[in-house]
Nanobody, 124 residues
């Protein structure tokens, strides 16, 4: 069974940066595409970013393009989300997800494994 554990969230001010980490355990991390989603209270889970199995291709939601960067280190079984120029609208619980495939998806239903979430709060 694949286990994903996020870390790195916190309380920051507008314009600050954070880097989220997702540590994976289990088999075949390096063969799986990974993604980040976020969810605000009362709202649907929202796609943020995805990265292919070898890091060769990335995808981003329009709301975070130019500000967030997803990356991975397969040697460490870790995927990262570097968040820059944070806005109050970025406040959410952020979830790491993995899928049983090598290529990116925008859809939460395509992901098979989920972390517990890490809270990011951006003050005005």
């Amino acid at each position: 069974q694949v286990q994903l554990v996020e870390s790195g969230g916190g309380l920051v001010q507008t314009g600050d940066s954070l880097r989220l980490s997702c540590l994976a355990s289990g088999r075949a991390f390096s063969s799986r595409a990974m993604g980040w989603f976020r969810q605000r209270p009362g709202k649907e889970r929202e796609f943020v970013a995805a990265i292919t199995w070898n890091g060769g291709s990335t995808a981003y939601a329009d709301s975070v393009k130019g500000r967030f960067v997803i990356s991975r280190d397969n040697g460490k079984n870790t995927v990262y989300l570097q968040m820059n120029s944070l806005k109050p609208e970025d406040t959410a619980a952020y979830y790491c997800a993995g899928r049983s495939g090598k290529y990116n998806s925008f859809y939460s239903d395509d992901y098979d494994y989920w972390g517990q979430g890490t809270q990011v709060t951006v003050s005005s």
